[in-house]
């Protein structure tokens, strides 16, 4: 059974398929990712090609399938974030993000918050006419801890409630909100070390409350 739809996503990864197509991931918020198949835009002379360039922003319309992957109908670009990959810098925290997305969730799975938070990100990068490297690594920073929010493997949203998508300049020079996203993701990391399941219910709240605390102890010894 095949039905079509129209979406706006992001393209995330491209790869070559067989001699003259491409397989293109996208993600969108109504959809999630959607793993694509765009006839022929390996041929030079293809007019979608350039509008598939990985985090590129557009608008598609697809064929969905409910046993093979969808194909893509027609494509027309929205935002193709040129200020921003014209950084090499920004360009290269993009794909990272792009990445952590692409392994951290599933297929025709839409979680809200991720598509405005991902989209946000690249437009504000997009505006910046440069960005140092301890604003770029703090940015990842604080994509990680949203996204983990997001889809759910890290249960402690109310401790960066104050943290918004925009604008990123105030959260890079707040020193106290650096210190507490540094906290949050070395806790997060002792539990995965700790246990190899998602820290929801009660146990995984136990689990990083304890995390908590070992990383506050070791912040304390250092000082």
Same mark, same amino acid.
């Given at each position: ?6 979406t ?16 293109v ?10 793993? @694509?198949?765009?006839?022929? =835009?390996q041929? /030079?002379?293809?007019?979608? @090609?350039?509008?598939?360039d ?22 027309? #670009? ?11 810098? @920004?360009?290269?925290? @993009?794909?990272? $993000?792009? %990445? +952590?997305? *692409? %392994? ?7 979680? #809200?918050?991720?598509? #405005?938070?991902?989209? *946000? ?6 505006? +910046?006419?440069?960005? *140092? ?5 703090y940015?990842? $920073? ?12 890290? #249960? ?5 409630? *104050?943290?918004?998508? =925009?604008?990123f ?8 909100? !650096?210190?507490?996203? =540094? ?6 990391? /002792?539990? !995965? !070390?700790?246990?190899r ?27």
């Open positions: 059974m095949r039905s079509t739809t129209t706006t996503a992001l393209v995330t990864q491209r790869m070559p398929l067989k001699d003259r197509d491409r397989l991931t996208l993600f969108s918020e109504t959809y999630g990712k959607i793993v @694509a198949i765009a006839r022929g =835009t041929n /030079m002379n293809s007019r979608r @090609a350039p509008h598939l990985v985090a590129t922003l557009a608008h598609f319309e697809l064929m969905l399938y409910d046993d093979r992957p969808a194909e893509i109908v027609s494509c027309s #670009p929205k935002n193709a974030y040129m200020r921003m990959k014209a950084n090499l810098p @920004a360009t290269m925290t @993009a794909l990272s $993000m792009l %990445s +952590k997305l *692409n %392994s951290s969730t599933a297929d025709h799975m839409p979680i #809200p918050g991720i598509f #405005p938070l991902i989209t *946000n990100i690249f437009s504000w990068l997009d505006e +910046k006419e440069s960005m *140092n490297k301890s604003e770029l690594n940015l990842m $920073m604080i994509f990680d801890v949203k996204l983990s929010t997001l889809i759910g493997i890290f #249960p402690y949203d109310e401790l960066f409630t *104050n943290i918004q998508e =925009t604008p300049k105030k959260l890079m020079t707040d020193i106290p909100e !650096q210190i507490a996203l =540094t906290r949050i993701l070395d806790a997060f990391s /002792m539990i !995965q !070390q700790e246990a399941v998602k820290p929801r219910g009660s146990l995984g709240q136990l689990r990083a409350r304890r995390a908590l605390y070992q990383v506050d102890q070791n912040l304390q010894s250092q000082q």
